[in-house]
T-cell receptor
Framework: AQSVTQLGSHVSVSEGALVLLRCNYS??????LFWYVQYPNQGLQLLLK??????LVKGINGFEAEFKKSETSFHLTKPSAHMSDAAEYFC?????????????FGSGTQLTVLP | DAGITQSPRHKVTETGTPVTLRCHQT?????MYWYRQDPGHGLRLIHY???????DKGEVSDGYSVSRSKTEDFLLTLESATSSQTSVYFC??????????FGSGTRLTVV
């Protein structure tokens, strides 16, 4: 079974500072990895995903993440935070084979951007 | 936006009553999922479907049942609502390796 750990339930950064949200996963087979963002009272929106190929993945709104197999990590970064980035972020893992295609989510990280 | 809608968006119900939430898609995706979202727990899978009449349990399925009689509709039923089922419920659809597309959620309060 796969699992996801997001380190830090709350992260605060100043506007213009680097954003780093941490995600570690466990999976017995090659994983597919995802980051989702949730704005207040809305559903989840896909930021980026890793399936195969290049390990550095670029997503929407200037975010990117790097798949590091040796560290079982998929941390999310953005060079310069904007006030509009304030939201909750979820890392998720899915095994790359099998019929269920279930996503397993981390518990989320609430990002606050300070002026 | 992908064609996925949830209804109702908000509902308040009394303890012990049955409640049905509806998820409707226009994408003809094979896979559909019901999750609940609670603070500190992220999203947890309740049930999922991999085709018409083909469903299976997720990690928090107790007290819930589902049905999928048509590709486009996936119903979640709380057989006898309890206060612990107060939550935000999300439906999602999936096809291929593209991850999920989520509905806007249903906020359910059991009083």
């Amino acid at each position: 079974a796969q699992s996801v750990t997001q380190l830090g339930s709350h992260v605060s950064v100043s506007e213009g500072a680097l954003v780093l949200l941490r995600c570690n996963y466990s999976s017995s087979v090659p994983p597919y990895l995802f980051w989702y963002v949730q704005y207040p009272n809305q559903g989840l929106q896909l930021l980026l995903k890793y399936t195969t190929g290049a390990t550095l993945v670029k997503g929407i709104n200037g975010f990117e993440a790097e798949f590091k197999k040796s560290e079982t990590s998929f941390h999310l970064t953005k060079p310069s935070a904007h006030m509009s980035d304030a939201a909750e972020y979820f890392c998720a893992v899915r095994i790359s084979s099998g019929s269920a295609r279930q996503l397993t989510f981390g518990s989320g990280t609430q990002l606050t951007v300070l002026p | 936006d992908a064609g996925i809608t949830q209804s109702p968006r908000h509902k308040v119900t009394e303890t012990g009553t049955p409640v049905t939430l509806r998820c409707h898609q226009t994408e003809n995706h094979r896979y559909m999922y019901w999750y609940r979202q609670d603070p500190g727990h992220g999203l947890r899978l309740i049930h999922y479907s991999y085709g018409v009449k083909d469903t299976d349990k997720g990690e928090v399925s107790d007290g819930y049942s589902v049905s999928r009689s048509k590709t486009e509709d996936f119903l979640l039923t709380l057989e006898s609502a309890t206060s612990s089922q107060t939550s935000v419920y999300f439906c999602a659809i999936s096809e291929g390796a593209s991850g999920y597309t989520f509905g806007s959620g249903t906020r359910l309060t059991v009083v």
